[in-house]
């Protein structure tokens, strides 16, 4: 849904996240529907909001409820709604996207799927005001009315006017509906974050409830703000448009025009544009809302599953397949309540296969979780080993580091990986035609891809890091290469003219020198690269925030929490619940495991840009959770290993570990962690 799966497991993936999330994306539109007449009633009462005539007031907002456009207009916008949940089922993920600099972020706005989502938000705003503008009545109800000039009275044809009250309805239920797209994106609005505490949906949703009706009021006002700005400027574009287009004519004896500030100061206009906008706002959110609630519900997987039919849903099969990260969350999410809670569902985890009498549940969920865990221990070595060399590639990274013969080489390996991405750009394409023309001193057909420079440098170039480091460790690939040497064979009519100058030293020695060209492009790179740097708005757009790739490296960690949790509370259980000892053959990789993950986060939280303390986080309708990740995940690890050594004790000294890692678990074992 998120993401387009393609490949032989697509069938069943799609399978599996139609049967686990299927019924909760229905039920949630349902009641996004069910719930729309309540708001559109709140909204009809406060449009006609008479404080001098109460009763009057309430008895005519009734009446209007039974009317039959009133019910016209409440199907028409039960299908926006039914749109906008659709987009919020393709739209979500349960990784935040962070990007890394401001550039990386206007084109994160800029993208194709982006756009399409912000021009049907718009279109569907402007279908909401409209609605809304008819359902308010009065002078907001019609596009195209009777001149009221004298000449116009006069003709035996009266002329017809443009109700620019009408326009400024419909435009601004446009400009919110892209406003509410761009800060869906802008805020990470569809991340997905699942509660740490499970409670009841109907107690979720109420928690949310005055948040939803306070984030509405106060952005909307923003919103009005923003548009009247808008509109002030440009608002005469539409206006002429429409009345060319239509044939119609402005009245300006009957309301000054709106786009002067004379016109934009008429507070009754701005009170139910406003509403308006509150009104919108909060049906797409309470949309929004039902959604998350009903997609992150947890779900039981079966250990065993009772028929055959059913493998593909049992917990062990889903932790090891490539089913969408949405039923991936959920499944380790099970795996972290049933190792809290379920005794009965341990032992399933803690069982034999008959026939054979092999641990197949247990070997498959801690191979996972091992996996997930030792993934992150690499992510985090990679990301200490470019800020120890303040942002510089390391030599460690290199396919053949031995090749690190010419000064130009030497120069592009130490190149700092925090240079802004112009200059990265400049240095990619230079690169490509400097390999280009120099073969590698392996291979006699010079290929450009079997160089090892392009292999190391690659890392830079990434366009899925922040700061040149990959998200995960399995995304290193090696470069490929077109040809293959021969050793001992020499094919001088292939290889291209190398750019050096080869001179023998006085022992006797063969050193290459750069040519004067090839000394050309590298001077003529060094003052693009000076001249560029020192420009305030390129720096503006390319320079890298450091908060952001240290929240990139920890973008999914609620998996690895999960994974923590649950791998932790199974090796305690396991004590006294594992009959048949399957969990003590694996127990000195898991305490390898989580003490060298322990020894990078430790080494992770001394480095200058990693925060000691995690920041305050106020109560807000937007989830910022995804910043104090990588806080809750050092708890969590420490929490784990000393659950471990607690319930074991001195036990653990009799588990083969190397000499550091049997120091360091003495110190959990003595609480001096």
Not at 50 to 64: A, E, R, V
Not at 97 to 112: D, N, V
Not at 538 to 564: G, N, R, T
Request: with cysteine; proline share 5%.
């Amino acid at each position: 849904m998120a993401s387009a799966m393609s490949g032989p497991g697509a069938g069943g993936s799609r399978d599996i996240l139609w049967r686990v999330l299927g019924w909760r994306i229905v039920a949630s539109i349902v009641w996004s529907v069910v719930l729309l007449p309540v708001c559109t009633t709140v909204f009809i009462i406060f449009s006609s909001i008479d404080l001098f005539h109460p009763i009057q007031w309430l008895s005519d907002s009734f009446n209007d409820l039974y009317s039959s456009y009133v019910i016209f207009y409440l199907l028409m916008l039960s299908v926006v709604i039914i749109i906008i949940s659709v987009f919020n089922v393709e739209f979500y993920a349960v990784v935040p996207s962070i990007p890394c600099s401001r550039l990386a972020l206007i084109g994160k706005i800029l993208h194709p799927q982006q756009l399409l989502h912000s021009f049907v938000h718009a279109a569907m705003g402007m279908v909401m005001a409209w609605c809304a503008a008819v359902m308010t009545k009065g002078q907001y109800s019609f596009l195209v009315v009777p001149c009221t000039s004298s000449e116009s009275l006069d003709r035996p044809a009266a002329q017809t006017c443009l109700n620019e009250y009408h326009l400024f309805f419909l435009l601004a239920g446009a400009f919110m509906g892209y406003s509410y797209s761009l800060l869906y994106f802008v805020n990470n609005m569809n991340y997905v974050q699942f509660p740490i505490i499970q409670q009841y949906k109907f107690l979720r949703f109420r928690r949310s409830l005055l948040l939803i009706v306070k984030h509405s009021c106060m952005e909307s006002l923003f919103l009005v703000r923003n548009f009247c700005i808008v509109y002030y400027f440009l608002g005469y574009i539409p206006k002429a448009w429409i009345t060319t287009a239509m044939d119609l004519h402005t009245d300006e004896q009957f309301h000054r025009p709106l786009d002067t500030i004379s016109g934009l100061l008429n507070l009754s206009l701005l009170y139910h544009v406003w509403l308006c906008g509150v009104f919108l706002l909060m049906t797409w959110y309470i949309s929004w809302i039902l959604f998350k609630i009903y997609s992150t519900e947890a779900h039981v997987f079966p250990v065993q599953p009772p028929f055959a039919e059913e493998s593909d849903e049992c917990l062990p099969k889903v932790l090891n397949s490539n089913a969408p990260l949405i039923i991936k969350y959920l499944a380790f999410q099970d795996l972290m309540l049933l190792a809290q809670y379920s005794s009965s569902r341990r032992q399933e985890v803690f069982s034999l296969s008959q026939p054979g009498g092999h641990p197949h549940n247990w070997t498959a969920i801690s191979r996972e979780c091992l996996s997930l865990l030792n993934d992150m221990t690499q992510r985090l070595v990679l990301y200490q080993e470019a800020a120890a060399t303040n942002g510089r590639v390391s030599s460690s990274h290199s396919v053949e580091p031995k090749e690190l013969d010419s000064p130009v080489k030497q120069k592009i390996e130490l190149e700092p990986s925090y240079q802004p991405a112009w200059v990265k750009l400049l240095l990619q394409c230079w690169l490509c035609f400097v390999t280009a023309k120099t073969p590698d001193a392996r291979s006699p057909f010079g290929t450009p891809f079997g160089s090892s420079m392009v292999k190391r440098v690659a890392g830079i170039f990434d366009g899925n890091t922040c700061y040149g480091l990959p998200q995960s460790p399995q995304l290193i690939r090696r470069g490929p290469r077109l040809w293959t040497s021969v050793s001992g064979q020499q094919m001088p009519e292939f290889s291209n003219p190398s750019p050096y100058t080869f001179l023998n030293n006085a022992e006797g020695r063969t050193v290459r020198q750069p040519s004067v060209f090839y000394s050309w492009i590298e001077n003529k790179r060094e003052q693009i690269k000076n001249f560029l740097s020192k420009r305030v708005l390129i720096m503006y757009f390319f320079s890298k925030h450091p908060e952001a790739s240290i929240q990139a490296v920890f973008s999914d960690a609620q998996m690895h929490i999960w994974a923590l949790e649950g791998l932790s509370h199974l090796v305690a259980a396991s004590f006294t619940e594992d009959s048949f000892g399957v969990v003590q053959t694996t127990l000195p990789a898991i305490l390898n495991t989580l003490l060298t993950l322990q020894e990078a986060v430790d080494k992770y939280f001394k480095l200058p840009h990693a925060s000691s303390k995690p920041p305050r986080i106020s109560g807000s309708l937007v989830d910022t959770s995804y910043k104090t990740l990588r806080f809750a995940f050092r708890a969590s690890l420490k929490t784990a290993i000393y659950r471990i050594t607690t319930t074991f004790g001195e036990h653990l000294n009799a588990v083969q570990a190397s000499a550091e890692h049997q120091k360091r678990l003495q110190q959990f074992l003595e609480f001096k962690e």
